[in-house]
Nanobody
Framework: QVQLVESGGGLVQAGGSLRLSCAAS????????MGWYRQAPGKQRELVARIFGDGSTNYADSVKGRFAISRDNAKNTDYLQMNSLRPEDTALYYC??????????????WGQGTQVTVSS
């Protein structure tokens, strides 16, 4: 089993910054990708950013230039640095991991979510 533990959410004023982190633990052989999704009330869950095993990244258009995802492979942890936050960034942010577990199984895991609230 694999667990994802998120931290770093909170309340911030527009223009401020927050840093989210997500630590993966358990029976992990390797991680194919880690990322962040968000879901605002009444809206569908959407991709925010992902980082792949080769270090490549992709971002939602709405966060490009403001958010940056990074990963510490030794700690199986990824980070989402969020700058220039806007009220429309308010949502529940979920960590996601695409993981290889023993013996040779590929699974997707989700964290419990961390709330980000941006006040105007």
């Amino acid at each position: 089993q694999v667990q994802l533990v998120e931290s770093g959410g909170g309340l911030v004023q527009a223009g401020g910054s927050l840093r989210l982190s997500c630590a993966a633990s358990g029976s992990i052989v390797s991680i194919n990708a880690m990322g962040w999704y968000r879901q605002a009330p009444g809206k569908q869950r959407e991709l925010v950013a992902r980082i792949f095993g080769d270090g490549s990244t992709n971002y939602a258009d709405s966060v490009k230039g403001r958010f940056a995802i990074s990963r510490d492979n030794a700690k199986n942890t990824d980070y989402l640095q969020m700058n220039s936050l806007r009220p429309e960034d308010t949502a529940l942010y979920y960590c996601n991991a695409d993981v290889n577990i023993p013996p040779v199984v590929r699974r997707i895991y989700w964290g419990q979510g961390t709330q980000v609230t941006v006040s105007s």
